[in-house]
């Protein structure tokens, strides 16, 4: 049984930067395309990145684009995400999540069904 766990979340001043990590146990992680998911107190669930199965096709949400950077290695079966420049409003727990369907063509940044890590907290506040 594939088990997530996320790490590398923090406090930081606005226009900081961190690196969370994912690192996946039980099932080969190339099975998987991965997303990172955030949620904010109060606010629905957000799709942030994908990757797909064996890396590419990266998919980022417009409010992180060109800030944000998703990559995989699947022989450490761990997947990242670089957040740079960040903003008050990237505060939030971030989720690691394996999208259930492995036959997509490409990466869902929200997938339907998914497999979820417990996340970790981000705090972007001066």
């Known amino acids: 049984q594939l088990q997530l766990v996320e790490s590398g979340g923090g406090l930081v001043q606005p226009g900081g930067s961190l690196r969370l990590s994912c690192a996946a146990s039980g099932v080969a992680l190339d099975r998987y395309a991965i997303s990172w998911i955030r949620q904010a107190p109060g606010k629905e669930r957000e799709g942030v990145a994908c990757?797909?199965?064996?890396?590419?096709?990266?998919k980022y949400a417009e409010s992180v684009k060109d800030r944000f950077a998703i990559s995989r290695d699947n022989v450490k079966h761990t997947v990242s995400l670089q957040m740079n420049s960040l903003r008050p409003e990237d505060t939030g727990v971030y989720y690691c999540?394996?999208?259930?369907?492995?036959?997509?063509?490409?990466?869902?940044?929200?997938?339907?069904?998914?497999?979820w890590g417990q996340g970790t907290q981000v705090t972007v506040s001066s």
């Open positions: 999540a394996a999208d259930s369907n492995p036959y997509r063509p490409s990466c869902t940044i929200l997938p339907p069904t998914a497999s």
């Open positions: 990757i797909r199965r064996w890396g590419g096709g990266e």
